[in-house]
């Protein structure tokens, strides 16, 4: 089993997959019920992984049976990690109904846990991911207002665990203000962001610094505020070309060429 799973670490995928079925004919063999859940829960993950949705959806529901068979209760963290994968791959195959259930069903779960005084890391850490995930499901859905309130969760809750200082509360304050944007609250949209980018230059290695500088400059474009569009739209150039990040630098380009399209403009009417 122990080399099924670095070879998944490896992303011998095919190799893992046929490592972990040895493995599980062994722990069936042995009649080993926790042994081959836990494999039928690394099979699942490396189907995943493969992007077999299909195969993952089929094993991951034989996890949660196994686990609820076994005595797991509804809200045991285990159960609800599953969940949350059936319900991600339910969004992933556009069943958006049962992608719906699964995601409300994890929150609510974890809500509950949490108002109880459940402050674990794990649970809190699983919460956090619940809450990011549930907002781009409802952000997919035009659903803003509801995307930012999950986005907000999430983005305290990993400050709970994380501290500021840390990747996950870029890409949250990055997706608050994403969606500020798509409402038209442009101050707030440049507020969000401008922490984020705060907190990359504090992670210098962070390849998602590039993207939140762009989304400012995009902003900055939309607020008038053309300069310092530019200033931005060129930081995101110069770190996307920093660390090879072409679809970023493909973006900064369109946002310094979309500036020089309005100062043109601007020459035209003066």
């Known amino acids: 089993m122990k080399r099924g799973v670095l070879l998944i670490q490896q992303g011998e995928l095919q190799k893992s997959e046929q ?15 926790d042994a081959i859940t836990y494999i039928y829960d690394l099979l699942a ?14 094993l991951f529901v034989t996890v949660l049976q196994r686990l609820l068979s076994a005595g797991c209760a509804e809200d045991d963290n285990k159960v609800l990690h599953i969940s949350l994968k059936l319900a991600s791959i339910y969004k992933e195959k556009g069943n958006k109904i049962k992608a719906e259930e699964g995601f409300k069903f994890c929150e609510n779960h974890l809500q509950k846990k949490v108002e109880r005084g459940s402050v674990d890391d794990d649970t809190l850490l699983l919460w956090a991911m619940t809450l990011d995930w549930y907002a781009r499901f409802a952000m997919d859905q035009n659903r803003f207002k509801e ?9 305290e809750t990993s400050l709970r665990v994380n501290g500021l200082v840390h990747e996950q509360n870029v890409i949250l304050l990055n997706d608050l ?3 500020c944007c798509l409402q038209n609250n442009y101050d707030e949209a440049i507020k969000y962001l401008n922490q984020a980018i705060d907190i990359t230059k504090k992670i210098p290695d962070m390849e998602e610094a590039a993207a939140v500088y762009v989304n400012l400059g995009t902003v900055y474009i939309k607020r008038k505020m053309f300069e310092e569009a530019k200033q931005a739209c060129k930081e995101g150039w110069r770190n996307a070309k920093q660390k090879n990040d072409k679809e970023t630098l493909e973006e900064a380009n369109l946002c310094l060429e979309e500036l020089k399209t309005l100062y043109a403009a601007q020459g035209a009417n003066t």
């Open 19 to 33: 490592m972990l079925h040895i493995a599980l004919k062994l722990a069936q063999e042995q009649q080993n019920s």
């Open 45 to 58: 993950n490396v189907a995943l992984e493969a992007h077999d949705l299909p195969k993952a959806e089929k």
């Open 147 to 155: 995307a930012f309130a999950f986005f907000e969760k999430a983005y």
């Open 177 to 179: 203000g994403t969606l």
